[in-house]
């Protein structure tokens, strides 16, 4: 039998070496880049700046709310209706007033005052 492998010179005691199995390790699950790995030392979160104060939501005016009917009436109730049109409050605000105050305040006025009316 001959060897074509460049170590043709050696013994044969080459084939009779015992196999080493191979294990693997599991793989690591990736982190975010700001979490600090197991390896790496742990980061103190120091604060650069104060936190700033949470924002209290200023309580809505009468004026306001009617500003916002009269724009409802007159040009619809969509979001864009109502944008800038109150000063010191969003589009956003404004349709989420008007959609989840007035208008259920409304349709509750509506269908009390049509309980009181006998059918015929």
Avoid: H
């Avoid at 010179?9 to 084939?15: C, E, G, I, Q, R």
């Avoid at 709310?65 to 010191?88: H, N, R, V």
């Amino acid at each position: 039998m001959a060897n074509d492998s460049p170590q043709s010179n050696t013994s044969s005691s080459a084939d009779s070496k015992p196999t080493i199995p191979i294990v693997t390790t599991p793989k690591k699950r990736k982190t975010p880049a700001d979490a600090p790995s197991d390896d790496s030392p742990k980061r103190i979160k120091t604060p650069s700046k104060p936190s700033p104060k949470k924002l209290t939501p200023k309580p809505w005016t009468s004026e306001e709310m009617i500003k916002l009917f009269d724009t409802a009436i007159k040009s619809g109730a969509s979001g864009k209706a109502f944008d800038g049109l109150i000063p010191g409050r969003t589009g956003e605000q404004c349709y989420g007033n008007w959609r989840m105050v007035i208008a259920p305040a409304i349709r509750k006025m509506l269908d009390e005052r049509g309980k009181g009316v006998k059918k015929a």
